[in-house]
């Protein structure tokens, strides 16, 4: 077992996003409970589907077993699909994060957060005059 062909790369794109959230965009996406929900329930398809799919007594997939631990989680699955399939969902959520989602208040006039609902809540007030 090397794990140079899929478990460096799936601990390095792991890293890579969570460092791409701690140190640039700091968006606070690990600390939101939405955030871990979300993770919950890909993990509630991706544990049958991908088990499905490398279960070791007939398995579709088939890794080579020098470029993976070899450590297998629920109905076989190596380890490094979990690690991969995190750090893809995660780097999809922060890019949804960075373009900002649609109905969120994003920046506004001054480049602050929320304005633009401030700037709605002061025209009604001075609608209702």
């Known amino acids: 077992m090397t794990g140079l062909g899929y478990t460096v790369p799936a601990a390095a794109a792991?890293?890579?996003?969570?460092?791409?959230?701690?140190?640039?965009?700091?968006?606070?996406?690990f600390r939101r409970p939405a955030y871990?929900?979300?993770?919950?329930?890909?993990?509630?398809?991706?544990?049958?589907?991908?088990?499905?799919?490398?279960?070791?007594?007939?398995?579709?997939?088939?890794?080579a077993s020098r470029q993976v631990t070899g450590l297998r989680g629920p109905w076989d699955i190596p380890v490094e699909d979990f690690l991969f399939g995190f750090a893809l969902v995660t780097a999809a959520l922060l890019a949804w994060e960075r373009q900002g989602s649609p109905g969120a208040a994003g920046p506004g006039p001054g480049g602050r957060r929320g304005a633009a609902a401030g700037g709605r809540r002061q025209a009604e007030r001075t609608e209702s005059r």
């Open 14 to 29: 792991v890293l890579a996003v969570c460092a791409w959230e701690l140190l640039f965009l700091r968006t606070g996406l």
């Open 36 to 63: 871990w929900l979300t993770m919950l329930i890909v993990l509630v398809f991706q544990v049958p589907v991908d088990g499905w799919l490398t279960k070791l007594s007939a398995p579709v997939v088939i890794y």
